[in-house]
């Protein structure tokens, strides 16, 4: 069964693929980060990944399941294809990524929510004018290591303009602290998208906890 968008599944919104927990199973990683209480998963398995098409497909299959028993949304990153194939709730796209127009068409009847990347205000204008999305992930606020391809930071300033800009909830991405939390929840962000804050972490309840409490307040 999906889980139906609404703004505070982005409150603590985990990312990752198999190329960020190296030598460890995701699944056990998932396993991990569900128990902490995300509140949203993206598999963005890409970039230094050595799996195969056919590997990552069941690798996603048992990610899903998971986050289907824990009533956690399952986002795909950038692949509609894979996505449509494991029914994921969500779909995330970046701007370099399948056209947002396309990628609402192929998922209009399938009921899965979509997010896209903005960091400018011209991508957020743009991204006003198109009826079906539900979220913006944006930044990076501070430099980010989890990424090659990041666009400039945009820090505190200019992601509080994107949020009074946008039209729907923004989740703020890169380079994300524990101690930066306060400030990013200032700006209006309904939450945060981290990797490494989590991976990297040897107490992710903890995190995971100030994530959640920092974002208490119903985004628009």
Avoid at 6 to 32: H, W
């Amino acid at each position: 069964m999906s889980v139906t968008f609404e703004p505070g599944l982005l409150r603590a919104y985990f990312v990752a693929g198999s190329q960020d927990v190296p030598g460890r199973d995701l699944r056990d990683v998932l396993a991990t980060m569900l128990a902490a209480g995300i509140t949203a998963y993206q598999f963005r398995d890409k970039g230094a990944s050595t799996l195969t098409p056919e590997q990552r497909l069941a690798l996603g299959r048992d990610l899903r399941d998971q986050c289907r028993a824990a009533n956690v949304p399952f986002i795909v990153d950038d692949d509609v294809e894979m996505a449509l194939q494991l029914n994921a709730d969500g779909i995330h796209v970046g701007q370099s990524d399948e056209r947002i127009q396309q990628v609402l068409a192929a998922t209009d009847d399938r009921q899965m929510f979509v997010g896209l990347s903005c960091s400018t205000a011209d991508e957020v204008a743009a991204a006003n004018q198109i009826d079906g999305i539900a979220y913006l992930g944006s930044g990076p606020i501070y430099p980010t290591v989890s990424k090659d391809d990041a666009d400039p930071v945009i820090g505190t300033a200019g992601l509080a303009q994107l949020v009074v800009q946008s039209k729907v909830p923004v989740v703020a991405i890169g380079g994300v602290t524990l101690e930066s939390l306060p400030a990013i929840a200032q700006t209006g962000a309904a939450g945060v998208a981290v990797i490494t804050l989590l991976t990297r972490h040897d107490q992710p309840q903890t995190a995971v906890a100030a994530m959640r409490a920092a974002f208490t307040k119903p985004a628009k």
